[in-house]
């Protein structure tokens, strides 16, 4: 049962991608998925190799503190909505184009 049980767990981390919402007339996508969301080099700004732009994340801010701040870091009400279940370890990023 434990090993039905922790291969589950392991299942539901390998997607990395947890959702995808619309913010600002973009697609975007919640990396990191929960209890284990990992983390990235990259800075708030920066594009990756398919021309997404780091938009936010909760390295500092839980999602809570995110969705009530200011229209920088603000994910915008569907992509709050579509964040899912906090981190144990790491945090979530949020990725745009």
């Known amino acids: 049962m434990r090993f039905i049980t922790g291969l589950a767990i392991v299942a539901s981390m390998a997607s990395g991608v947890l959702s995808t919402c619309e913010r ?10 929960s209890p284990i969301c990992g983390s990235t080099t990259h800075l708030i700004g920066d594009k990756d190799a398919s021309g997404r732009t780091l938009v936010t994340w909760t390295k500092y801010e839980n999602i809570g503190s ?3 701040g200011g229209e920088n870091v603000n994910p915008g009400p569907n992509c709050c909505r579509e964040y899912g279940a906090g981190c144990v370890t790491g945090y979530k990023r949020l990725w745009c184009k």
Do not use: I, M, R, V
């Not at 600002?24 to 998925?33: A, L, N, R, S």
């Open 24 to 33: 600002h007339g973009q697609k975007c996508d919640w990396e990191g998925t």
């Open 66 to 68: 995110l969705c009530g």
